[in-house]
Antibody, heavy 120, light 112 residues
Framework: QVQLVESGGGLVKPGGSLRLSCAAS????????MSWIRQAPGKGLEWLSY????????YYADSVEGRFTISRDNAKNSLYLQMNSLRAEDTAVYYC?????????????WGQGTLVTVSS | QSVLTQPPSVSGAPGQRVTISCTGS?????????VHWYQQLPGTAPKVLIY???NRPSGVPDRFSASKSGTSASLAITGLQAEDEADYYC????????????FGSGTKVTVL
């Protein structure tokens, strides 16, 4: 079965950096787009970024453009999110997600999430 | 402020029917892009409930149904059960957002 396991979350000071990882299993990782989505405490879902199968196509939400970098290693079945210049408003649960990208793109599997807290 | 608007909350008694609206515009739902729905139970990650406007993944009960018309979509839950108490989000593609999908603002369903 599909499994997505995030790691790397934690407490970081404003202006700091953090790298999230997502280990994927149960499907052919290199065949699928992947995405990062976050949810601030008590708030809704925010689509942050997605990456195509070969990393050729990448999207970032305006809120993280220039600060966050998505990447993947198909040989390791892993997805990453490098987060720099973190702000208090980046505090959220970050979900790794398998992105069915086609005529109607949607998330068909979600990880359990990892909490990132930005605070001094 | 999401480009897909949902009511913050809806409620109903067990066994009743509730509906959740998802109102978009000509750059998303109205442009013909598919609408998808997710259920997020308390303290858990979201899961897909409906994909491609009206399709249920295996394992999703048939008391969940969805439709789309014009610039809006709706999710219906018939025979409401206690375990349906959750947050529900719609999602679609938006051509004004540099090539990305967007989530609705979310709706909390409370079973009275």
């Amino acid at each position: 079965q599909v499994q997505l396991v995030e790691s790397g979350g934690g407490l970081v000071k404003p202006g700091g950096s953090l790298r999230l990882s997502c280990a994927a299993s149960g499907f052919t990782f290199s065949d699928y787009y992947m995405s990062w989505i976050r949810q601030a405490p008590g708030k809704g879902l925010e689509w942050l970024s997605y990456i195509s199968t070969s990393s050729r196509f990448i999207y970032y939400a305006d809120s993280v453009e220039g600060r966050f970098t998505i990447s993947r290693d198909n040989a390791k079945n892993s997805l990453y999110l490098q987060m720099n210049s973190l702000r208090a408003e980046d505090t959220a649960v970050y979900y790794c997600a398998k992105y069915y990208y086609g005529s109607g793109s949607y998330i068909d599997y979600w990880g359990q999430g990892t909490l990132v807290t930005v605070s001094s | 402020q999401s480009v897909l608007t949902q009511p913050p909350s809806v409620s109903g008694a067990p066994g009743q029917r509730v509906t959740i609206s998802c109102t978009g515009s000509s750059s998303n739902i109205g442009a013909g892009y598919d609408v998808h729905w997710y259920q997020q139970l308390p303290g858990t990650a979201p899961k897909v409930l409906i994909y491609g406007n009206s399709n249920r993944p295996s394992g999703v009960p048939d008391r969940f149904s969805a439709s789309k018309s014009g610039t809006s979509a709706s999710l219906a839950i018939t025979g409401l059960q206690a375990e349906d108490e959750a947050d529900y989000y719609c999602q679609s593609y938006d051509s004004s957002l540099s090539g990305s999908s967007v989530f609705g603002s979310g709706t909390k369903v409370t079973v009275l």
